[in-house]
T-cell receptor, first 111, second 112 residues
Framework: KNQVEQSPQSLIILEGKNCTLQCNYTVSPFSNLRWYKQDTGRGPVSLTIMTFSENTKSNGRYTATLDADTKQSSLHITASQLSDSASYICVVSALYDKVIFGPGTSLSVIP | ETGVTQTPRHLVMGMTNKKSLKCEQHLGHNAMYWYKQSAKKPLELMFVYSLEERVENNSVPSRFSPECPNSSHLFLHLHTLQPEDSALYLC???????????FGPGTRLTVT
């Protein structure tokens, strides 16, 4: 069964600190993996997208990694800001098939 | 955000009302989606349209009725809703079904 799991479910960090969010998936055959950021009450916005051959991709202070062998991805946020408070969703696409959304990690950055 | 627009942004309706949510995409995409997101819960896929044909209906109650008149527009017609249908309704589009989805800002629906 194609599934996407994320951990932790929620996370609170101090402003300026780094954090790492995890995503594990069982989707096969794998096409690509994306990380979205969703602010409360708004639609998700894409942060990164990675295909099978890519193992790291950065977007400003956000760096995503992908290990296609272990079917794991991480999203690392550097020097967190209050505006990073949001839900972070891992989304995995199966080749010629569905897009599977993870449950999300709720991040709160506090002063 | 201007690639996919949704109207209205907020809607309050009674259980006997009939209303419609509208989504429009200006990206030339072939696939469009409706999602429901209840408070502090993950996104739930409701409907998928590809080339104006419904390709997926995830066991959604018949009080939700989608319509896709062309590749740029998607509607969600609502009638006799229940209070538990109160949620954020998100529209998304993508070039093809397995490609990256671009989301609209959502419609915050409250059923009283």
């Amino acid at each position: 069964k194609n599934q996407v799991e994320q951990s932790p479910q929620s996370l609170i960090i101090l402003e300026g600190k780094n954090c790492t969010l995890q995503c594990n998936y069982t989707v096969s055959p794998f096409s690509n993996l994306r990380w979205y950021k969703q602010d409360t009450g708004r639609g998700p916005v894409s942060l990164t997208i990675m295909t099978f051959s890519e193992n790291t991709k950065s977007n400003g202070r956000y760096t995503a990694t992908l290990d296609a062998d272990t079917k794991q991805s991480s999203l690392h946020i550097t020097a967190s800001q209050l505006s990073d408070s949001a839900s972070y969703i891992c989304v995995v696409s199966a080749l010629y098939d569905k897009v599977i959304f993870g449950p999300g990690t709720s991040l709160s950055v506090i002063p | 955000e201007t690639g996919v627009t949704q109207t209205p942004r907020h809607l309050v309706m009674g259980m006997t009302n009939k209303k419609s949510l509208k989504c429009e995409q200006h990206l030339g995409h072939n696939a469009m989606y409706w999602y429901k997101q209840s408070a502090k819960k993950p996104l739930e896929l409701m409907f998928v349209y590809s080339l104006e044909e419904r390709v997926e209906n995830n066991s959604v109650p018949s009080r939700f009725s989608p319509e896709c008149p062309n590749s740029s527009h998607l509607f969600l017609h609502l009638h006799t809703l229940q209070p538990e249908d109160s949620a954020l309704y998100l529209c998304a589009s993508s070039q093809e079904q397995e490609f990256e989805q671009y989301f609209g800002p959502g419609t915050r629906l409250t059923v009283t």
